[in-house]
């Protein structure tokens, strides 16, 4: 499923963050040491290879709201976006942060003037943000950031499970352009 915001095409996929090859940047839900972990980052770092580790450590800790740039060493990508997801029901306002998290990823792919950028379904997993919420913030952030978009042409969320991608379909569908 697609929808076109000004230019930009929002695209809904089932997948692996970690095998998008025709995609600039791939977003990292990334815990705050910028370390492997599990999940999406554990599958990045994984596919990326100890040198993408390497490249993070100095500019680790981050906050959370707050994303960094770094090289994508082994995937098949240009950049990958580390972002630090809220906790949910520790990091407040939960829904505030998860904002930032997609507005500050599109800032960075902006100043690298990067052309697509795939998404994972930030803080819905191990930090518990509850999966329909997630979604409407993700997709309300990318349709009120897309008019101030020069670069970026195209955003991709890649679902985890199937499930998932209904959810993001039901949201992405409920939305006006
Ligand atoms: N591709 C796309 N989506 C995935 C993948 C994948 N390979 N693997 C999981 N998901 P999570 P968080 C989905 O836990 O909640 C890590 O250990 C998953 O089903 O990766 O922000 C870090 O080190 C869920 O819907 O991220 C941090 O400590 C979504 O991606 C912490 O987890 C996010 O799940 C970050 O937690």
Sequence with gaps: MEKTVSGVTIELVRGDIASQPDIGAIVNAANAQLRIGGGVAGAIH???????EQEC?????IMPGEAVITGAHNLPNDYVIHCLGPVY???KPES?????CYRNALGLAEQNRIESVAFPAISAGAFGYPLREAAEVAITTVF????DLKHVKK???????????EVFGMVLSSKEI
Excluded: K, Q, Y
């Excluded at 994984?46 to 993408?52: D, I, S, T, W, Y």
């Excluded at 505030?96 to 930032?100: E, F, H, N, T, V």
């Design 96 to 100: 505030a942060l998860l904002a930032d």
């Design 144 to 147: 009120e950031v897309s008019p």
């Design 57 to 61: 450590l100095p500019l680790a800790p």
């Design 89 to 91: 029901g520790r990091d």
């Design 155 to 165: 955003i991709r969320f890649v679902l985890f499970a199937e499930s998932d991608l």
């Design 46 to 52: 994984r596919a990326a290879g100890p040198g993408l």
